[in-house]
């Protein structure tokens, strides 16, 4: 078998299981590379010791080896004043891979020529905006260019791997497909979480949503690795495996570590891990591997678990997803035959609205945020944005708004529009995987949205018109879904992300094309067994009663198979058609979403808060709050646009800045965090009400003149020898909003001089920050020399590699598990002290 059957059989999901080495930044240290000092930098100093590290995977039974490039993009390598390197780092990091395979004595064996070089690529260590400020283009740069040099290089495969953000993996995946013919295998990194056994990402990102989103943008492997021990990450394995229609990839830490004798030390042992391995390989895994605490012992273990099967294989995973997946960051929603009928929310639409029109007009994004919480509160399943405006530059526009839409729901996004330049921006800025609404049966329309619908993993809708009109016919529609579809499978796109729009005609105008398109849309789901879609509302223009019309062809178009409709959701009957709808037509099963929601209210409370009732003429209204719920509620949903405003009529109404802070905003961020401790929220979300909280308390700070006192003082910092601090920066930004002084000393510091500014400074509180194993220990260096010093000043401890266990083995005061949770400890600790 040559290199290229083994790479389509790696695809396909056909071949023999791969096993992937373990850990390389821990051989690394034991092989004399520094504390604090660039990993991949060995490749150039020392390639022999890369070598024999890779070597020793190899003879353990790795049949894939992952080159010493993590960080080795421009923007990490930048932190050591080596981002030129890049080309020149992938260079010899491939070859010392490649050099340890050809004298491993297994590739002269071997059928396939294995080990394979899977080239490492790692994140940037920043989050994309709007939750940080790197963009989807500096990203996209980044891995760009590390794919290609690796590609170029001779990597068999890239690995992109140790994920926390779906979005930022999304532009990672689509960039290496852009830059190298390569399979392209994607790892997320999960944590713990409560209101699910399976976890989610540090931004909330479920296993379920992160298959979705991924395969969508083309990745070729899917998984997870490091962060849960085997057990848990076992767990993301079993929900993955349920929606993953490419091969699974999972690589566990040796358990979650622990301090023996001052040493970090993960307690599973090599057998423990091929245990686990085993268990894996009933999961339909393909690629077995290791992360964290692992070595060459452990790869040995899960190569011999591996090799127990008689013929080294798996069943192959189906392909068929089912229907069409659509997804948010957080949330996933499913259409077709099999799934409850999807209302997509018509609301954002400048057309006949004046007011939402001058707000687009003036990038005033009020009403955009409203509607879509309004319809999310009413029952949508999914957002239409379509902002099309005379004269407006849309493709300037459209991601402003998808940012203001994604701030205000967690819902999938329908991206309405006719400009591709428009629709590319969209797809640049959104975190999940959406509907492009739409194509045509036209070929110019088709050449110039479909590869833009390829290219960053999206569904399609598909209209039944082309350059010659809307047939009359349903035969002829059909004809049309047919040449559409064609010519989605020639880009790569899979029928299951194509939805077809039959068109509704207006019944007072062509009053026998409203049977006949209902009439397609049986053809399409018999013919050709694809997701369907109807824009409901013009069949009922230039009639009067609207909404009985309306209702009544939906029921009539859900008997007909109809999977997804467009339509105004704060109508009564609409709601009330496509809810009885799903249970007559077997949707509902058991009636079950109809009983929850009918069994104890009346039809007018059905689906709507009292915040969120509709008026004769549709438009959503608010209820009358006060001033200092309304401030709440902005802080809660993150409304910065709004917040200052309602402060300014607040202090206008002689209300003294103190109370505003201690009635509303105060409480308004304790609310935030129950929420996010219950998993109704996200840090996304928590973000977006700390920077609500940040306006605000700039708006007070110039009423307050020296009334605002400090709720206390806190030192933070990411210990030496480690360059990460995204989590650190969110804590600095939550305990800021929180009224506490923050003296932040950034990342990759020494107990030397955290110690120094802990004696100029005098906080109450010092926080320390690592994300790696091998720098875990440096906190025990603080503490050792905190109490060397005589300082009386309590330290608590984070991060993800972080436990309980080691904070209290090193006698830290504490231990928190997320910023959240960092802030009420801080504050409890303060309030014990005596408070400020």
Known sequence: ??????????????????????????????????????????????????????????????????????????????????????????????????????????????????????????????????????????????????????????????????????????????????????????????????????????????????????????????????????????????????????????????????????????????????????????????????????????????????????????????RSTGGTRLASRTKLVSIGASFMPAVIGERINPTGRKALSEELSRGVFNIVKREARVQTQAGAALIDINIGLPGADEAALMPKVVRAVEESTDLPLVIDSTDPKAIEAALKEIGGKCLVNSVTGDKERLDSILPLVKKYGAAVVGLTIDEYGIPQTAEARLGIAEKILEACLAHGIPKEDLIIDCLVMTASAEQAQGVETLKAVSLIKEKLGLATSLGISNVSFGLPQRPLINATYLAMALGHGLDAAMVNIYDERIRDAMAAGAVLTGRDRNAGSYVKNYKKKSGKEVFLSASAKSTSSGSATLTAVSLSDGIRQAVIDGDRDNIVNLIEQSLASGVEPMDIGNGSLIPALEEVGKLYESGEIFLPQVMQSAEAMKAAFARLKKEMRGQGKSAGKVLLATVYGDVHDIGKNILATLLENHGLEVIDLGKNVKAETILDEAEKQRPDVIGLSALMTTTMTQMGAVIKERDRRGLNIPVVLGGAVVTEGYAKSVGAAAFSRDAMEAVEIFKRIIKEQGGR
């Open 1 to 318: 078998m040559d290199k290229n059957s083994f790479i389509n059989e790696l695809i396909c999901g056909t071949g023999p299981v791969l096993v992937v080495d373990g850990a390389m930044g821990t051989m690394l240290q034991d092989s004399g590379l520094a504390p604090g000092a660039c990993p991949e930098s060995m490749n150039l100093e020392h390639p022999e010791i890369v070598t024999e590290i890779h070597r020793k995977y190899a003879l353990a039974g790795a049949d894939i080896l992952t080159t010493n490039t993590f960080g080795g993009s421009r923007i990490k390598l930048s932190e050591y004043g080596l981002g030129d390197k890049v080309a020149e780092i992938s260079r010899a990091a491939v070859k010392a891979a490649r050099d340890a395979a050809n004298h491993s004595g297994r590739s002269a064996v071997s059928e396939a020529g294995l080990p394979a070089i899977a080239g490492n690529m790692g994140p940037t260590g920043k989050f994309l905006e709007p939750v940080g400020d790197l963009s989807f283009d500096a990203a996209y740069a980044n891995f760009y260019e590390q794919a290609k040099a690796l590609s170029d290089a001779g990597a068999d495969l890239l690995l992109i791997e140790t994920m926390s953000d779906v979005k930022e993996a999304r532009c990672a995946v689509i960039a290496a497909k852009a830059a190298a013919n390569l399979p392209v295998a994607v790892t997320m990194t999960f944590q713990q979480d409560g209101s699910r056994s399976a976890g989610r990402t540090l931004l909330g990102t479920p296993p379920d949503v992160a298959v979705a989103v991924l395969e969508a943008a083309g990745a070729d492997i899917v998984g997870a690795n490091c962060s849960l021990g085997p057990e848990g990450l076992y767990e993301v394995a079993k929900l993955m495996s349920c929606y993953a229609t490419v091969p699974l990839i999972f690589q566990p830490n040796a358990g979650l570590p622990k301090l023996i004798d001052g040493k970090t030390v993960y307690p599973a042992s090599p057998e423990e891990l091929g245990q686990w391995a085993e268990k894996f390989l009933g999961l339909g895994v393909r690629l077995i591997g290791s992360c964290c605490g692992s070595n060459p012992a452990h790869t040995k273990a899960i190569a011999e678990a591996v090799r127990k099967k008689s013929d080294g294989s798996v069943t192959a995973r189906s």
